[in-house]
């Protein structure tokens, strides 16, 4: 659901990566800035200023995408002839 009046602060920061996996338009979109793309990333911005935290592009919020490799050790014998 798209929000009536453009958010700001953490609630903009919260709204943008809940939305982040649509990608940046519908974020724009829900966050409350419609359309205007270059708002967006400004208020995001001054957001993550004013938490703190670096926020440079739209993209700095986003997960990055998870080691497709299972975690684990490896279990081997120490030679041929022993398990």
Known sequence: MASSAPLTGAELIDCARANGKEGIVAACQRCGYGEDLTAFEQALHQAGD??????????????????????????????????
């Open 50 to 83: 004013h938490i703190g935290v670096a926020i440079n592009h739209f993209e700095d919020l986003l997960e990055p995408p998870a080691d497709t490799r299972a975690e684990g050790i490896e279990v081997a014998p120490d030679s041929y002839n022993q398990l």
